[in-house]
Nanobody, 120 residues
Framework: VQLQASGGGLVQAGGSLRLSCAAS????????VGWYRQAPGIQRELVAR???????NYADSVKGRFTISRDNAKKTVYLQMNSLKDEDTAVYYC???????????????WGQGTLVTVSS
C-alpha cells in the first residue's frame, strides 16, 4: 500500500494550489485521511482531516481558505488551498487509515510529502 502526495509547487501569495493524496495497493477501504504540514523548525501540524463518512475539520489558521474532499472511487483525497499566505509554506503530508486485504486490518500510512512554497 502506498500514499502518493502531489500537487505542491511555488505560488504567489493570494494564489491557489490543489494537493492530491492517492492511495494504491491491496486496499479494502480508506477511513479518515488527514493533511499535515511541517515548516522548518516547526512541529508537524494537522491542517485538515476528513473521515470515511465525509465529516471534515480544519486548523483555525486555514478555515475558510482550505477545503478537503475525497473521491472514494479514485481512492484520492484532495486539499484545495486558496488565498495562500507566506505562512502556508511547508512540506505537506497526507496520512490515512487504510483497511488492507492482508490480515483484514486497519493500518496507518503516510505519504512522502509535497513542498508548497508561497512567495510574497
Amino acid at each position: 500500500v502506498q500514499l502518493q502526495a502531489s500537487g505542491g509547487g511555488l505560488v504567489q501569495a493570494g494564489g491557489s494550489l490543489r494537493l492530491s493524496c492517492a492511495a494504491s495497493g491491496s486496499i479494502l477501504s480508506i477511513g479518515a485521511v488527514g493533511w499535515y504540514r511541517q515548516a522548518p523548525g516547526i512541529q508537524r501540524e494537522l491542517v485538515a482531516r476528513i473521515t470515511g463518512a465525509g465529516s471534515t475539520n480544519y486548523a483555525d489558521s486555514v478555515k475558510g481558505r482550505f477545503t478537503i474532499s475525497r473521491d472514494n472511487a479514485k481512492k484520492t483525497v484532495y486539499l484545495q488551498m486558496n488565498s495562500l499566505k507566506d505562512e502556508d509554506t511547508a512540506v505537506y503530508y497526507c496520512n490515512a487509515d487504510i483497511l488492507i486485504t492482508a490480515g483484514l486490518r486497519w493500518s496507518e500510512y503516510w505519504g512522502q510529502g509535497t513542498l508548497v512554497t508561497v512567495s510574497s
